[in-house]
C-alpha cells in the first residue's frame, strides 16, 4: 500500500475517537492543512515533498494529484460525480503567496490532473483562468495525461435534445491543500468535479480566487470545501484571510466569516460550507457551518486528522 495511503486509512479509523480540532498553534516550521479526512494524502505527500527538497508549488501539485488519481470520495478527479448529462467536467486551482501567482481551470474534461493544469496555466501563459475545451487543448499541448472523450459528444447531443431536469444535489466535497513553509512562505491549492448532477457548465467556487482559494503571503491562506454558491457569492476565503490580517486567529477567522454568512443569507447555518485556514506565523484553525467537519494537518509531529464541529449558531 502507498503510504500516504496507509496513513489516511489508519487516520480515518481513528477520526472518530480524534479530539475536537481547535485553534492550532504556531508551528516553526512547515505546515500543510487540508480539507477532509483523504486531505491526509495530500498533506503527508506534500510534506514529503518539502523533506525531498520540493517547492512550494511541488509539494501543493504532488498531494493534490494522488486525490485527483484515487478520485478519493468520489468528488475529486476523473472518478468523481458526473454532471446531469452524464460525464465528469473538473475545476481547479492554485496559488502561490509570493508575487501572488495563480492558475486557474474550469470544466475541464477527460484530464487526469487539473492541479497540473492550473499550474501550466500560472507558469506557462499570461493568463489566470482557462475553461473548457480551451483549457482542455491547452493541457494536451502540455502533455499532461488525458483520457479519450469522444464519447462525450453523444452524451451531450443527448442531453440538448431532451428537456433538461432540474439537476439533484449528490456529494461535492473538495480537496483544498494550504502549505506553509520552513520560510514562512504560503501557497494553496483546490481540485474538485464539482457537485455530483450539477448542470453541464456549472462552475463552483473551487477554481475562482477568493472563493474556493486565497493565499497572501503577508498573512495567511484559507480554503473551502462544500456547497460551492454558499460561498463564493460571499468571497468567503479572500473574507477569512481579511480577518486574519486584522489580527485574528486563523480558528477565529473561520468561525466569524461562518456566522458572518449565516447572519446575511436566508439559509441562515444550513449553508453546508467548511473552512480551513493558516497565518504567517504556522498558526491554523477550520470552522464548517452546519456539520462536524473532518481535516487532516502534517508538521514536523506527524499527520492527524482533527476535526471541529458545526459553530454554534448567534
Not at 480524534?18 to 492550532?24: E, K, N, S, W, Y
Not at 454532471?83 to 473538473?90: R, S, V
Request: contains cysteine; aromatic residues 6%; proline residues 6%.
Amino acid at each position: 500500500m502507498h503510504r500516504a495511503a496507509a496513513v489516511v486509512c489508519s487516520l480515518f479509523l481513528l477520526g472518530c475517537q480524534a479530539p475536537q480540532g481547535t485553534a492550532g498553534p504556531a508551528s516553526a516550521g512547515p505546515l500543510a492543512i487540508a480539507t477532509w479526512p483523504f486531505g491526509a494524502i495530500a498533506t503527508d505527500l506534500a510534506w514529503q515533498s518539502l523533506q525531498r527538497g520540493g517547492s512550494r508549488l511541488d509539494a501543493i501539485e504532488t498531494g493534490i494529484r494522488e486525490v485527483e488519481r484515487q478520485s478519493c470520495d468520489g468528488s475529486v478527479g476523473l472518478g468523481g460525480g458526473p454532471n446531469a448529462a452524464g460525464y465528469p467536467q473538473l475545476d481547479s486551482c492554485i496559488l502561490d503567496g509570493p508575487g501572488q501567482r495563480a492558475g486557474s481551470v474550469a470544466g475541464l474534461e477527460g484530464i487526469v490532473h487539473p492541479i497540473s493544469v492550473a499550474r501550466a496555466v500560472m507558469e506557462h501563459t499570461r493568463h489566470v483562468m482557462l475553461v473548457g475545451e480551451g483549457a482542455r487543448w491547452f493541457a494536451l499541448q502540455r502533455g499532461i495525461d488525458s483520457v479519450p472523450i469522444e464519447e462525450l459528444a453523444a452524451k451531450k447531443q443527448e442531453w440538448q435534445q431532451r428537456p433538461a431536469p432540474a439537476p439533484q444535489g449528490q456529494g461535492h466535497d473538495t480537496i483544498t491543500l494550504l502549505l506553509r513553509d520552513s520560510d514562512g512562505h504560503l501557497a494553496g491549492g483546490c481540485s474538485t468535479s464539482g457537485a455530483g448532477g450539477k448542470l453541464p457548465g456549472r462552475v463552483g467556487d473551487s477554481p475562482i480566487l477568493g472563493s474556493g482559494l486565497y493565499v497572501d503571503d503577508e498573512v495567511g491562506a484559507a480554503g473551502a470545501t462544500g456547497v460551492g454558491e454558499n460561498v463564493m457569492r460571499y468571497c468567503a476565503t479572500f473574507a477569512i484571510v481579511e480577518r486574519m490580517r486584522q489580527g485574528l486567529h486563523p480558528q477565529q477567522a473561520c468561525e466569524e466569516v461562518v456566522h458572518d454568512i449565516a447572519r446575511r443569507d436566508p439559509r441562515r447555518y444550513r449553508l453546508d460550507i467548511c473552512f480551513v485556514a493558516v497565518d504567517k506565523q504556522g498558526r491554523f484553525g477550520a470552522a464548517a457551518s452546519n456539520q462536524r467537519f473532518p481535516f487532516a494537518v502534517t508538521t514536523a509531529a506527524g499527520t492527524q486528522v482533527l476535526h471541529v464541529d458545526a459553530v454554534s449558531p448567534r
